[in-house]
DNA sequence: ATATAGATTTAGACTAACCTAAAAAATAAT
DNA sequence: ATTATTTTTTAGGTTAGTCTAAATCTATAT
Protein backbone atom coordinates (compact mmCIF):
# COMPACT_ATOMS: atom_id res chain seq x y z
CA UNK A 1 0.00 0.00 0.00
CA UNK A 2 1.62 3.22 -0.84
CA UNK A 3 1.49 6.35 1.44
CA UNK A 4 -0.18 9.76 0.47
CA UNK A 5 3.43 10.97 0.37
CA UNK A 6 4.43 8.17 -2.11
CA UNK A 7 1.32 8.73 -3.70
CA UNK A 8 2.26 12.39 -4.90
CA UNK A 9 5.81 11.70 -5.47
CA UNK A 10 4.72 9.35 -7.94
CA UNK A 11 2.47 10.99 -10.16
CA UNK A 12 5.01 13.85 -10.25
CA UNK A 13 7.34 11.65 -11.84
CA UNK A 14 4.91 10.51 -13.95
CA UNK A 15 4.49 14.28 -15.07
CA UNK A 16 8.07 14.98 -15.33
CA UNK A 17 8.31 11.73 -17.06
CA UNK A 18 6.03 13.11 -20.21
CA UNK A 19 8.66 15.74 -21.07
CA UNK A 20 11.76 14.61 -20.12
CA UNK A 21 11.95 10.66 -20.52
CA UNK A 22 13.70 10.62 -16.86
CA UNK A 23 12.87 11.98 -13.73
CA UNK A 24 16.37 13.64 -12.17
CA UNK A 25 15.91 13.76 -8.44
CA UNK A 26 16.64 17.50 -8.57
CA UNK A 27 13.80 18.19 -10.94
CA UNK A 28 11.61 15.81 -8.68
CA UNK A 29 12.78 17.76 -5.38
CA UNK A 30 11.60 21.23 -7.26
CA UNK A 31 8.34 20.17 -8.13
CA UNK A 32 7.38 18.84 -4.46
CA UNK A 33 9.21 21.23 -3.12
CA UNK A 34 11.51 19.09 -1.07
CA UNK A 35 15.17 18.51 -0.21
CA UNK A 36 17.29 16.88 -2.97
CA UNK A 37 17.92 14.15 -0.02
CA UNK A 38 14.84 13.93 0.65
CA UNK A 39 13.71 12.91 -2.90
CA UNK A 40 16.73 10.40 -3.20
CA UNK A 41 15.99 8.65 -0.46
CA UNK A 42 12.32 8.24 -1.93
CA UNK A 43 13.57 7.49 -4.87
CA UNK A 44 15.29 4.72 -2.87
CA UNK A 45 12.21 3.44 -0.55
CA UNK A 46 10.07 3.41 -4.45
CA UNK A 47 12.83 1.81 -6.14
CA UNK A 48 12.96 -1.55 -3.54
CA UNK A 49 8.97 -0.80 -3.89
CA UNK A 50 9.21 -1.66 -7.63
CA UNK A 51 7.24 1.39 -8.74
CA UNK A 52 10.41 3.11 -10.51
CA UNK A 53 13.94 2.09 -11.70
CA UNK A 54 16.45 3.66 -10.51
CA UNK A 55 19.49 4.50 -12.45
CA UNK A 56 21.88 5.97 -9.93
CA UNK A 57 23.12 9.19 -11.11
CA UNK A 58 20.69 9.44 -13.81
CA UNK A 59 17.31 9.40 -11.97
CA UNK A 60 14.20 6.79 -11.95
CA UNK A 61 11.46 5.79 -14.68
CA UNK A 62 7.84 4.48 -13.48
CA UNK A 63 7.74 0.79 -13.73
CA UNK A 64 4.62 -0.52 -15.05
CA UNK A 65 2.88 -1.08 -11.35
CA UNK A 66 4.48 2.78 -11.11
CA UNK A 67 2.35 3.63 -13.82
CA UNK A 68 -0.78 2.14 -13.09
CA UNK A 69 -0.47 4.13 -9.29
CA UNK A 70 0.07 7.29 -10.75
CA UNK A 71 -2.82 7.04 -13.73
CA UNK A 72 -5.22 5.84 -10.81
CA UNK A 73 -4.12 9.09 -8.95
CA UNK A 74 -4.26 11.34 -11.66
CA UNK A 75 -8.16 9.93 -12.53
CA UNK A 76 -9.07 10.53 -8.85
CA UNK A 77 -7.60 13.95 -8.84
CA UNK A 78 -9.46 14.60 -12.38
CA UNK A 79 -12.46 13.48 -11.40
CA UNK A 80 -12.78 15.28 -7.65
CA UNK A 81 -11.82 18.94 -10.06
CA UNK A 82 -14.85 17.53 -12.30
CA UNK A 83 -17.18 16.55 -9.07
CA UNK A 84 -16.43 19.99 -7.63
CA UNK A 85 -17.50 21.79 -10.15
CA UNK A 86 -20.69 19.68 -10.91
CA UNK A 87 -21.90 19.06 -7.62
CA UNK A 88 -20.81 21.92 -5.65
CA UNK A 89 -20.50 24.70 -7.42
CA UNK A 90 -16.93 25.30 -7.27
CA UNK A 91 -14.66 27.38 -10.59
CA UNK A 92 -11.72 25.90 -11.96
CA UNK A 93 -9.28 28.00 -10.06
CA UNK A 94 -10.27 26.92 -6.99
CA UNK A 95 -10.21 22.82 -7.19
CA UNK A 96 -6.51 21.72 -7.70
CA UNK A 97 -5.43 21.64 -4.02
CA UNK A 98 -8.46 20.07 -2.69
CA UNK A 99 -8.50 17.43 -5.11
CA UNK A 100 -4.89 16.91 -4.32
CA UNK A 101 -5.78 15.85 -1.03
CA UNK A 102 -9.36 13.94 -1.75
CA UNK A 103 -7.38 12.05 -4.48
CA UNK A 104 -5.50 10.27 -1.69
CA UNK A 105 -8.69 8.89 0.23
CA UNK A 106 -10.82 7.59 -2.72
CA UNK A 107 -11.83 3.96 -2.74
CA UNK A 108 -12.55 1.97 -5.85
CA UNK A 109 -16.04 2.29 -5.10
CA UNK A 110 -16.12 6.23 -4.28
CA UNK A 111 -13.93 6.67 -7.93
CA UNK A 112 -16.91 4.77 -9.76
CA UNK A 113 -19.76 6.68 -7.75
CA UNK A 114 -18.22 10.01 -8.85
CA UNK A 115 -17.73 8.85 -12.56
CA UNK A 116 -21.23 7.56 -12.49
CA UNK A 117 -22.50 10.74 -10.82
CA UNK A 118 -20.26 13.08 -13.70
CA UNK A 119 -21.79 10.81 -16.24
CA UNK A 120 -18.49 8.65 -16.94
CA UNK A 121 -16.18 12.38 -18.06
CA UNK A 122 -13.26 12.30 -20.38
CA UNK A 123 -11.49 15.51 -19.69
CA UNK A 124 -11.40 17.40 -16.29
CA UNK A 125 -12.92 21.24 -15.73
CA UNK A 126 -9.50 22.57 -17.14
CA UNK A 127 -9.67 19.91 -20.36
CA UNK A 128 -7.22 17.80 -18.96
CA UNK A 129 -7.97 13.44 -19.91
CA UNK A 130 -9.15 11.74 -17.46
CA UNK A 131 -7.88 8.47 -17.56
CA UNK A 132 -10.29 5.45 -17.58
CA UNK A 133 -10.30 2.83 -15.14
CA UNK A 134 -8.08 0.42 -16.48
CA UNK A 135 -5.98 2.75 -16.81
CA UNK A 136 -5.84 4.17 -20.39
CA UNK A 137 -5.30 7.79 -21.62
CA UNK A 138 -5.68 9.19 -24.42
CA UNK A 139 -3.43 12.58 -25.01
CA UNK A 140 -5.06 14.95 -27.59
CA UNK A 141 -2.13 17.61 -28.42
CA UNK A 142 -3.99 20.73 -28.63
CA UNK A 143 -2.00 23.72 -30.33
CA UNK A 144 -0.52 26.61 -27.83
CA UNK A 145 -2.55 29.68 -28.60
CA UNK A 146 0.89 31.48 -29.17
CA UNK A 147 1.32 29.40 -31.82
CA UNK A 148 -1.38 30.09 -33.67
CA UNK A 149 -1.60 32.11 -36.91
CA UNK A 150 -3.02 35.42 -36.99
CA UNK A 151 -6.66 35.28 -38.44
CA UNK A 152 -7.09 31.71 -37.54
CA UNK A 153 -10.02 30.63 -34.92
CA UNK A 154 -10.29 27.98 -32.65
CA UNK A 155 -11.83 26.80 -29.15
CA UNK A 156 -10.02 26.86 -25.95
CA UNK A 157 -9.93 23.00 -25.25
CA UNK A 158 -7.21 23.13 -22.57
CA UNK A 159 -5.97 25.35 -20.30
CA UNK A 160 -2.69 25.14 -17.58
CA UNK A 161 -3.92 24.18 -14.08
CA UNK A 162 -0.43 25.43 -12.62
CA UNK A 163 -1.51 28.56 -11.88
CA UNK A 164 -4.61 29.84 -9.53
CA UNK A 165 -4.16 33.19 -10.57
CA UNK A 166 -4.13 32.69 -13.87
CA UNK A 167 -7.36 30.47 -14.07
CA UNK A 168 -9.23 33.31 -12.00
CA UNK A 169 -7.52 36.07 -14.47
CA UNK A 170 -9.00 34.16 -17.42
CA UNK A 171 -12.38 33.27 -15.83
CA UNK A 172 -12.72 37.10 -14.97
CA UNK A 173 -12.19 38.26 -18.66
CA UNK A 174 -15.08 35.63 -19.72
CA UNK A 175 -12.37 32.84 -21.19
CA UNK A 176 -13.31 29.25 -20.37
CA UNK A 177 -13.66 26.08 -21.79
CA UNK A 178 -15.15 25.78 -25.30
CA UNK A 179 -14.80 29.38 -25.84
CA UNK A 180 -14.52 30.16 -29.58
CA UNK A 181 -11.94 32.64 -30.25
CA UNK A 182 -10.58 34.40 -33.44
CA UNK A 183 -6.64 35.84 -33.21
CA UNK A 184 -7.35 39.14 -34.95
CA UNK A 185 -3.49 40.26 -34.10
CA UNK A 186 0.16 39.49 -32.88
CA UNK A 187 2.15 41.74 -31.67
CA UNK A 188 5.89 41.14 -32.70
CA UNK A 189 7.71 43.36 -29.98
CA UNK A 190 6.39 41.96 -27.41
CA UNK A 191 4.56 38.49 -27.86
CA UNK A 192 1.19 39.96 -27.05
CA UNK A 193 -1.94 37.87 -28.84
CA UNK A 194 -4.65 39.60 -29.31
CA UNK A 195 -8.09 37.53 -29.89
CA UNK A 196 -11.86 38.13 -30.31
CA UNK A 197 -13.89 36.09 -28.19
CA UNK A 198 -17.31 36.93 -27.02
CA UNK A 199 -17.40 39.68 -29.23
CA UNK A 200 -14.78 41.17 -27.46
CA UNK A 201 -11.36 42.21 -28.61
CA UNK A 202 -8.93 40.55 -26.20
CA UNK A 203 -5.28 41.41 -25.43
CA UNK A 204 -3.39 38.22 -24.00
CA UNK A 205 0.42 38.62 -22.73
CA UNK A 206 2.58 36.15 -24.34
CA UNK A 207 2.79 34.46 -20.41
CA UNK A 208 -0.93 33.89 -20.20
CA UNK A 209 -1.47 32.87 -24.23
CA UNK A 210 1.31 30.01 -23.19
CA UNK A 211 -1.09 28.82 -21.13
CA UNK A 212 -4.33 28.20 -23.61
CA UNK A 213 -4.48 25.55 -25.79
CA UNK A 214 -6.14 25.82 -28.59
CA UNK A 215 -8.09 23.23 -31.04
CA UNK A 216 -8.40 24.67 -34.22
CA UNK A 217 -11.65 25.31 -36.19
CA UNK A 218 -12.00 26.40 -39.91
CA UNK A 219 -14.43 29.14 -39.39
CA UNK B 1 -1.85 21.33 12.47
CA UNK B 2 -3.07 18.12 13.71
CA UNK B 3 -2.49 15.30 11.51
CA UNK B 4 -4.73 12.78 10.72
CA UNK B 5 -3.71 9.90 13.16
CA UNK B 6 -4.16 12.30 16.09
CA UNK B 7 -7.54 14.11 14.53
CA UNK B 8 -8.78 10.21 15.32
CA UNK B 9 -7.07 9.79 18.95
CA UNK B 10 -9.02 12.78 19.30
CA UNK B 11 -12.34 12.12 17.67
CA UNK B 12 -11.93 9.07 19.33
CA UNK B 13 -11.47 10.69 23.09
CA UNK B 14 -14.48 12.65 22.47
CA UNK B 15 -16.56 9.74 22.24
CA UNK B 16 -15.30 7.79 25.40
CA UNK B 17 -15.61 10.77 27.35
CA UNK B 18 -19.21 10.92 26.78
CA UNK B 19 -19.78 8.45 28.93
CA UNK B 20 -17.05 8.08 31.26
CA UNK B 21 -15.94 11.56 32.37
CA UNK B 22 -11.99 10.51 32.12
CA UNK B 23 -10.60 8.83 28.79
CA UNK B 24 -7.71 5.44 30.10
CA UNK B 25 -5.06 5.09 27.95
CA UNK B 26 -6.59 1.08 27.96
CA UNK B 27 -9.84 2.09 26.76
CA UNK B 28 -8.53 4.61 23.71
CA UNK B 29 -6.29 1.89 22.78
CA UNK B 30 -8.47 -1.05 22.25
CA UNK B 31 -11.17 1.43 20.54
CA UNK B 32 -8.23 2.66 17.82
CA UNK B 33 -6.68 -1.13 18.04
CA UNK B 34 -3.42 -0.05 18.71
CA UNK B 35 -0.96 -0.92 21.74
CA UNK B 36 -1.70 0.60 25.09
CA UNK B 37 2.01 1.66 24.35
CA UNK B 38 1.60 3.36 21.51
CA UNK B 39 -1.81 5.43 22.61
CA UNK B 40 0.46 6.09 25.98
CA UNK B 41 2.92 7.62 23.56
CA UNK B 42 0.31 9.77 21.48
CA UNK B 43 -1.15 10.43 25.06
CA UNK B 44 2.17 12.72 26.04
CA UNK B 45 1.73 14.13 22.59
CA UNK B 46 -1.67 15.37 22.52
CA UNK B 47 -0.86 16.89 26.14
CA UNK B 48 2.24 18.31 25.05
CA UNK B 49 0.23 20.23 22.09
CA UNK B 50 -2.52 21.13 24.57
CA UNK B 51 -5.38 19.02 22.84
CA UNK B 52 -5.72 16.94 26.62
CA UNK B 53 -5.35 17.29 30.42
CA UNK B 54 -2.90 14.15 30.88
CA UNK B 55 -3.36 12.98 34.02
CA UNK B 56 -1.25 10.04 34.26
CA UNK B 57 -2.45 7.00 35.61
CA UNK B 58 -5.41 8.10 35.84
CA UNK B 59 -6.50 9.19 31.77
CA UNK B 60 -6.96 12.45 29.65
CA UNK B 61 -9.45 15.02 29.05
CA UNK B 62 -9.64 17.04 25.94
CA UNK B 63 -9.26 20.65 26.57
CA UNK B 64 -11.09 23.20 24.79
CA UNK B 65 -8.69 23.42 22.30
CA UNK B 66 -9.29 19.59 22.22
CA UNK B 67 -12.88 19.14 21.73
CA UNK B 68 -13.15 22.25 19.39
CA UNK B 69 -10.89 19.97 16.98
CA UNK B 70 -13.11 16.72 18.09
CA UNK B 71 -16.48 18.38 17.02
CA UNK B 72 -15.06 19.80 13.85
CA UNK B 73 -14.02 16.25 12.78
CA UNK B 74 -17.37 14.87 13.72
CA UNK B 75 -18.88 17.83 11.78
CA UNK B 76 -16.86 16.70 8.62
CA UNK B 77 -17.73 12.76 9.19
CA UNK B 78 -21.39 13.30 9.70
CA UNK B 79 -21.61 15.71 6.28
CA UNK B 80 -19.84 13.44 3.96
CA UNK B 81 -21.98 10.00 5.60
CA UNK B 82 -24.94 12.87 4.49
CA UNK B 83 -23.30 13.55 0.83
CA UNK B 84 -22.56 10.31 0.43
CA UNK B 85 -25.77 9.28 0.68
CA UNK B 86 -27.49 12.26 -0.68
CA UNK B 87 -25.78 12.43 -4.00
CA UNK B 88 -23.85 9.35 -4.96
CA UNK B 89 -26.60 7.14 -3.61
CA UNK B 90 -24.70 5.00 -0.73
CA UNK B 91 -26.82 3.06 1.63
CA UNK B 92 -26.01 3.82 5.66
CA UNK B 93 -23.79 0.57 5.84
CA UNK B 94 -21.27 1.62 3.68
CA UNK B 95 -20.40 4.89 4.29
CA UNK B 96 -18.43 5.08 7.41
CA UNK B 97 -14.97 3.90 6.62
CA UNK B 98 -15.05 6.55 3.35
CA UNK B 99 -16.13 9.31 6.03
CA UNK B 100 -13.44 7.98 8.41
CA UNK B 101 -10.86 9.08 5.73
CA UNK B 102 -12.32 12.11 3.87
CA UNK B 103 -13.39 14.04 7.62
CA UNK B 104 -9.35 14.62 7.41
CA UNK B 105 -9.24 16.10 3.97
CA UNK B 106 -11.53 18.51 4.26
CA UNK B 107 -11.34 22.49 3.99
CA UNK B 108 -13.73 24.81 5.59
CA UNK B 109 -14.89 25.50 2.20
CA UNK B 110 -15.55 22.18 1.55
CA UNK B 111 -16.96 21.47 4.55
CA UNK B 112 -19.27 24.82 3.55
CA UNK B 113 -20.15 23.87 0.34
CA UNK B 114 -21.35 20.41 1.33
CA UNK B 115 -23.40 21.55 4.62
CA UNK B 116 -24.85 23.96 1.78
CA UNK B 117 -25.71 21.78 -1.11
CA UNK B 118 -27.11 19.61 1.99
CA UNK B 119 -29.22 21.95 2.88
CA UNK B 120 -27.78 22.45 6.45
CA UNK B 121 -28.77 18.90 7.77
CA UNK B 122 -29.16 18.31 11.37
CA UNK B 123 -28.81 14.68 11.29
CA UNK B 124 -26.41 12.43 9.58
CA UNK B 125 -27.86 8.74 7.92
CA UNK B 126 -27.91 7.66 11.10
CA UNK B 127 -29.77 9.85 13.17
CA UNK B 128 -26.56 11.60 15.10
CA UNK B 129 -27.13 15.27 15.22
CA UNK B 130 -23.95 17.17 12.76
CA UNK B 131 -22.29 19.59 15.33
CA UNK B 132 -22.71 23.29 13.89
CA UNK B 133 -20.39 24.93 12.33
CA UNK B 134 -19.14 26.86 15.49
CA UNK B 135 -19.21 23.69 17.24
CA UNK B 136 -22.43 22.87 19.06
CA UNK B 137 -23.57 19.64 19.37
CA UNK B 138 -27.02 19.09 20.56
CA UNK B 139 -27.52 15.70 22.05
CA UNK B 140 -31.17 14.45 21.95
CA UNK B 141 -31.32 11.34 24.42
CA UNK B 142 -33.62 8.78 22.81
CA UNK B 143 -34.97 5.86 24.48
CA UNK B 144 -33.14 2.30 23.78
CA UNK B 145 -35.71 -0.15 22.05
CA UNK B 146 -34.66 -2.55 24.80
CA UNK B 147 -35.56 -0.32 27.36
CA UNK B 148 -39.26 0.55 25.37
CA UNK B 149 -42.49 -1.02 27.16
CA UNK B 150 -44.63 -3.52 25.40
CA UNK B 151 -47.57 -2.03 23.86
CA UNK B 152 -45.51 1.57 23.65
CA UNK B 153 -44.81 2.66 20.00
CA UNK B 154 -41.84 4.94 18.80
CA UNK B 155 -40.32 6.40 15.78
CA UNK B 156 -36.83 4.94 14.88
CA UNK B 157 -34.49 8.13 15.48
CA UNK B 158 -30.75 6.93 16.16
CA UNK B 159 -29.28 3.51 14.89
CA UNK B 160 -25.70 2.58 16.22
CA UNK B 161 -23.44 2.97 13.23
CA UNK B 162 -20.69 0.61 14.92
CA UNK B 163 -21.52 -2.25 13.05
CA UNK B 164 -22.27 -1.94 9.08
CA UNK B 165 -23.59 -5.86 9.25
CA UNK B 166 -26.19 -4.44 11.64
CA UNK B 167 -26.93 -1.67 9.28
CA UNK B 168 -27.40 -3.92 6.26
CA UNK B 169 -29.65 -5.98 8.21
CA UNK B 170 -31.94 -3.42 9.35
CA UNK B 171 -32.04 -1.97 5.36
CA UNK B 172 -33.04 -5.63 4.42
CA UNK B 173 -35.62 -6.22 7.37
CA UNK B 174 -37.39 -2.98 5.82
CA UNK B 175 -35.94 -1.02 9.20
CA UNK B 176 -34.58 2.33 8.84
CA UNK B 177 -34.70 6.26 10.30
CA UNK B 178 -38.13 7.28 10.61
CA UNK B 179 -39.31 3.98 10.34
CA UNK B 180 -42.88 3.89 12.89
CA UNK B 181 -42.48 0.65 14.84
CA UNK B 182 -44.37 -0.85 17.85
CA UNK B 183 -43.94 -3.23 20.72
CA UNK B 184 -46.06 -6.01 20.05
CA UNK B 185 -44.46 -8.53 22.49
CA UNK B 186 -41.20 -8.37 25.12
CA UNK B 187 -39.86 -12.30 25.35
CA UNK B 188 -38.19 -12.79 28.92
CA UNK B 189 -36.46 -15.94 28.72
CA UNK B 190 -33.95 -14.40 25.93
CA UNK B 191 -34.86 -10.86 25.81
CA UNK B 192 -35.63 -10.54 22.10
CA UNK B 193 -38.16 -7.55 21.15
CA UNK B 194 -41.27 -8.27 18.35
CA UNK B 195 -41.91 -4.98 17.12
CA UNK B 196 -44.62 -4.52 14.50
CA UNK B 197 -43.67 -2.77 11.54
CA UNK B 198 -44.48 -1.82 7.82
CA UNK B 199 -47.21 -4.05 8.66
CA UNK B 200 -44.95 -6.93 9.31
CA UNK B 201 -44.41 -8.72 12.18
CA UNK B 202 -40.37 -8.43 12.93
CA UNK B 203 -38.74 -10.18 15.78
CA UNK B 204 -35.54 -8.60 17.33
CA UNK B 205 -32.72 -9.89 18.92
CA UNK B 206 -31.68 -8.38 22.63
CA UNK B 207 -28.14 -7.05 20.82
CA UNK B 208 -30.08 -5.97 17.91
CA UNK B 209 -32.15 -3.83 19.60
CA UNK B 210 -29.85 -2.51 21.42
CA UNK B 211 -28.57 -0.61 17.90
CA UNK B 212 -31.72 1.11 17.70
CA UNK B 213 -32.70 4.87 19.65
CA UNK B 214 -36.87 5.31 19.57
CA UNK B 215 -38.48 8.51 20.17
CA UNK B 216 -41.73 7.33 21.69
CA UNK B 217 -44.91 8.35 19.76
CA UNK B 218 -48.57 8.27 21.61
CA UNK B 219 -50.56 6.78 19.04
C1' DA C 1 44.31 18.24 -18.74
C1' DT C 2 42.92 20.31 -14.84
C1' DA C 3 40.03 23.33 -12.29
C1' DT C 4 35.52 24.68 -11.27
C1' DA C 5 30.76 24.35 -11.02
C1' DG C 6 26.59 21.59 -10.71
C1' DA C 7 24.12 17.55 -9.57
C1' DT C 8 23.75 13.55 -6.80
C1' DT C 9 24.47 10.81 -3.00
C1' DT C 10 25.82 9.79 1.81
C1' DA C 11 26.12 10.75 6.74
C1' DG C 12 23.94 11.90 10.65
C1' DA C 13 19.92 13.74 13.08
C1' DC C 14 15.08 14.73 13.96
C1' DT C 15 9.74 13.81 14.54
C1' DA C 16 5.51 11.05 14.40
C1' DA C 17 3.70 6.59 14.70
C1' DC C 18 3.96 2.27 15.72
C1' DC C 19 5.65 -2.23 18.15
C1' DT C 20 7.24 -5.87 22.16
C1' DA C 21 8.85 -6.79 26.55
C1' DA C 22 9.79 -5.35 31.09
C1' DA C 23 9.04 -2.39 35.13
C1' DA C 24 6.12 0.06 38.20
C1' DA C 25 1.85 1.36 40.21
C1' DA C 26 -2.93 0.72 41.38
C1' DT C 27 -6.72 -2.60 42.34
C1' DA C 28 -8.66 -6.68 43.77
C1' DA C 29 -8.52 -11.01 46.29
C1' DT C 30 -7.28 -13.83 49.90
C1' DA D 1 -1.61 -7.14 55.23
C1' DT D 2 0.22 -9.70 51.77
C1' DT D 3 -0.33 -11.60 47.33
C1' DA D 4 -2.08 -11.67 42.78
C1' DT D 5 -4.00 -9.37 38.87
C1' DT D 6 -4.71 -5.64 35.93
C1' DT D 7 -3.42 -1.20 34.21
C1' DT D 8 -0.14 2.06 33.06
C1' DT D 9 4.26 3.51 31.97
C1' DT D 10 9.07 3.06 30.44
C1' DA D 11 12.81 1.19 27.66
C1' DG D 12 14.43 0.15 23.42
C1' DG D 13 13.61 -0.60 18.50
C1' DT D 14 11.46 0.07 13.67
C1' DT D 15 9.77 2.64 9.51
C1' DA D 16 8.50 6.72 6.73
C1' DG D 17 9.56 11.12 5.92
C1' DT D 18 12.01 15.21 6.55
C1' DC D 19 16.31 18.22 7.13
C1' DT D 20 21.52 20.24 6.76
C1' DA D 21 26.14 19.59 5.74
C1' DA D 22 29.65 17.03 3.67
C1' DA D 23 31.35 13.98 0.16
C1' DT D 24 31.48 12.32 -4.44
C1' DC D 25 30.68 12.13 -9.10
C1' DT D 26 29.88 14.37 -13.84
C1' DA D 27 30.18 17.76 -17.07
C1' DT D 28 31.91 22.20 -18.60
C1' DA D 29 35.27 25.59 -19.42
C1' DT D 30 39.49 27.24 -19.83
MN1 LIG E 1 -1.96 14.76 -3.72
MN1 LIG F 1 -7.06 19.70 -13.55
MN1 LIG G 1 -10.83 9.26 10.59
MN1 LIG H 1 -22.85 8.25 11.33
Redo the contacts with the bound molecule.
Keep these: ME ?1 I ?2 EDYIKRIYSIERHSNFA ?4 IAKAL ?6 A ?6 LSEQGYVKYI ?4 VQLTKKGKIIALKIVRRHRLWEMFLVKFLGYSWDEIHNEAERLEHVTSESLEARIDKALNFPTVDPHGDPIPTANGELIETEYQLLNDCEKGSAGIISRVSDKSPEVLQYLKNIGLGLQTKLKIVDKISFDGSIIVKANKQIIPLSPKLAQCIFIQPVTA
Design positions: TTASTSSEVSDASNDMMKRPRKG
